[in-house]
């Protein structure tokens, strides 16, 4: 399965954010859409990405003045990206070796959605689920002759 065909199956919908934003302006998005990243853009280009791991760790650093932080100074820079014709089983992997959740989707310069692990596993279960039934389907059909052999 390719990184495309996940997207095809979550949807496209993006959810960005400028750094210059309040990182409480990010929280509430993030709360408001029920979404765990929002890809930051800056002049048109991808600039980071903020999860809610980049969130706990502002809290963390800023203390009681979280709030007053701003989405750069709590986002990822640079994060990894995912090619639209990637395997499934190599997002897998960039996910679990550079221990990121969410990985946009980008193709050539524009980005195309965010997958994240939640979305992995549904694709992995719904391929499984797909496999399973053409396999009883094909075992409830077995063809008479080779039966007898």
Known sequence: ???SEILAIKGKVLYTVAPNKSLAEAVTIM???????LVVFAKG???G???FR???????KGGGDWEAMTVEDAMLNGPMVAAPNMEMDELRRLMVDHHQRYLPVMD???LLGVVSFHDVAKAVLEEQSFENRMLKNYIRNWPAEEADR
Do not use: N, R
């Open 49 to 51: 990405m903020l999860t």
């Open 31 to 37: 709360t408001e859409q029920d979404v765990g990243s």
């Open 1 to 3: 399965m390719l990184v």
């Open 108 to 110: 050539e310069g524009t």
């Open 45 to 47: 280009q991808m600039a």
């Open 54 to 60: 980049e969130v706990l760790q502002a809290v963390h």
